[in-house]
């Protein structure tokens, strides 16, 4: 799809700068605890502790997301910019343990020409959607986590007018962009790291589907069709804890 590589280059060399020191927020765990523990109950202890460092703490967390989002290269096929778009969002979670949810607002854009008209429309794709993840690992301080969400997309045109001027001695055709509207969901891979005692960074990819109706010439006949597309996005969060209890 065009950015799987350097997507790759830059979760390898975060995982490197993990690996090179332990997290302020996981230093001194171990000064904590008035006794020895068995080895069970570390295990445990590690598992369930959330950010901050306590076990099985609840934590609530607001960050500002920014990032690229490439469209389906099967969009061309319907006149689309489907090279790497810049993105921006937020996203709320709540989280106890291993496992957080909450929400997630991202909105991307495309341009799609229209025929031979030498328009092309800015597209705005919003998206609404609630998102959960969960931990699978933790190497000092940096958390290895799956993540998923499923939600609403608003596809948007700006201009949403055009104006058609046919040959000849006739009047102008206005013709109006409706938006488009569509479930999206899927998943994908995310780190993240305390860098301060109510900061957490984090990096992420995904990979989306959504359905939308569409319409193409085939010789002298127009055919309508709903067809599945997706969207590969990566994501840089940085979050504030705001309250943990």
């Known amino acids: 799809n065009g950015i799987g590589a350097p997507l790759l280059g830059v979760t390898a060399l975060w995982a490197a700068l993990a690996l090179a020191g332990p997290s302020r927020a996981s230093a001194g765990m171990d000064d904590r605890v008035p006794g020895p523990i068995s080895d069970a109950a570390g295990s445990r202890d590690q598992e369930d502790r959330g950010y901050g460092g306590d076990p099985a703490r609840a934590w609530f967390s607001i960050g500002l997301l920014a990032g690229t989002t490439q469209f389906d ?8 910019t489907t090279t790497p778009r810049l993105g921006w969002g937020f996203r709320a979670l709540a989280g ?62 700006d201009p949403d007018r ?33 860098v301060a005692s109510d900061w957490t960074v984090g990096i992420g ?32 969060e940085l979050a504030w804890l705001v309250g943990r209890r």
């Open 162 to 194: 055009i104006t058609i001027q046919p040959p000849g001695p006739v009047s102008p055709i206005v013709v109006d962009l409706a938006p488009v509207g569509a479930w999206i969901g899927g998943g994908g891979l995310a780190l993240r790291r305390a």
């Open 96 to 157: 106890r343990g291993r496992f957080a949810s909450g929400i997630r607002v991202w909105r991307a854009s495309s341009t799609q020409a229209i025929g031979d008209l030498g328009t092309a429309p800015e597209v705005h794709a919003t998206s609404w959607e609630l998102v959960g993840e969960g931990r699978l690992a933790e190497v000092l301080g940096t958390r290895l986590l799956v993540t998923g969400g499923a939600g609403r997309l608003r596809l948007g045109y």
């Open 73 to 80: 290269a099967g969009l061309a096929d319907y006149q689309w």
């Open 205 to 236: 990819v995904d990979a989306r589907v959504f359905a939308i109706d569409t319409a193409h010439r085939a010789g002298g006949t127009i055919v309508y069709a709903r067809e599945s597309f997706g969207d590969w996005s990566a994501r840089f």
